[in-house]
């Protein structure tokens, strides 16, 4: 199993550009999430999806927009890139679990710069 | 809303004991999780709380106290690969059941 994976692995954008970032898991998890990491920082959560079909709005979900049309997928979009959306952006994937832990599994992770 | 105060950074030499503190503001706690970081890399799972108490995993000890708020990840026999960046979270029902994530505790192992 590769777990999970994220595409591309580094970018380099103009101002202003678009960009989809393609995060793909291969555990059948449910649960999917896009964060995004400033250097010296902890994680912070943009947009996630419980299920195939479904979005919702993490902490800080401007500027992105996300689609989650199959279960294994999970799309993180730039519409119009700025300068303050260079960082680290993290997939994770995970499985609800009844006993309240839940694991989440993390991709390597795409290094943005916004020029 | 939620949120968690860890430690920036903790300076300790191979073969030492460390303690990441880790305290946190929520409503309808779920439990507790640590993640490790090293540089470059992704962040893996090392351990979950949910109640009152220690658990052990090797060299890794996590401890949770609800009533306080407060939990801590235990490093003992320190390695230089356990430099890393060590993240507490806590999943909290008011907040969907997402995890938050704290500011994480920066571990330099010294020889």
């Known amino acids: 199993n590769a777990g999970v994976t994220q595409t591309p692995k580094f970018r380099v954008l103009k101002t202003g550009q678009s960009m989809t970032l393609l995060c793909a898991q291969d555990m059948n998890h449910e649960y999917m999430y896009w964060y995004r990491q400033d250097p010296g920082m902890g994680l912070r959560l943009i947009h996630y999806s419980v299920g195939e079909g479904t979005t919702a709005k993490g902490e800080v979900p401007d500027g992105y927009n996300v689609s989650r049309l199959k279960k294994q997928n999970f799309l993180l979009g730039l519409e119009s890139a700025a300068p303050s959306q260079t960082s680290v952006y993290f997939c994770?994937?995970?499985?609800?679990?009844?006993?309240?832990?839940?694991?989440?599994?993390f991709g390597p992770g795409t290094r943005l710069l916004v020029l | 809303g939620q949120s968690l105060e860890q430690p920036s950074e903790v300076t300790a030499v191979e073969g030492a004991i460390v303690q990441m503190n880790c305290t946190y503001q929520t409503s309808g706690f779920y439990g507790l999780s640590w993640y490790q970081q090293h540089d470059g890399g992704a962040p893996t799972f090392l351990s979950y709380?949910?109640?009152?108490g220690l658990e052990e995993t090797g060299r890794f000890s996590s401890f949770l106290s609800r009533s306080d708020s407060y939990g801590y990840l235990l490093l003992q026999e320190l390695q230089m690969k356990d430099s890393a960046s060590y993240f507490c979270?806590?999943?909290?029902?008011?907040?969907?059941?997402?995890?938050?994530f704290g500011g994480g505790t920066r571990v330099l192992v010294k020889p």
């Open positions: 994770a994937s995970s499985q609800p679990s009844v006993y309240r832990q839940e694991t989440q599994y």
């Open positions: 979270a806590v999943r909290d029902k008011a907040a969907g059941n997402k995890l938050t």
């Open positions: 709380n949910a109640l009152d």
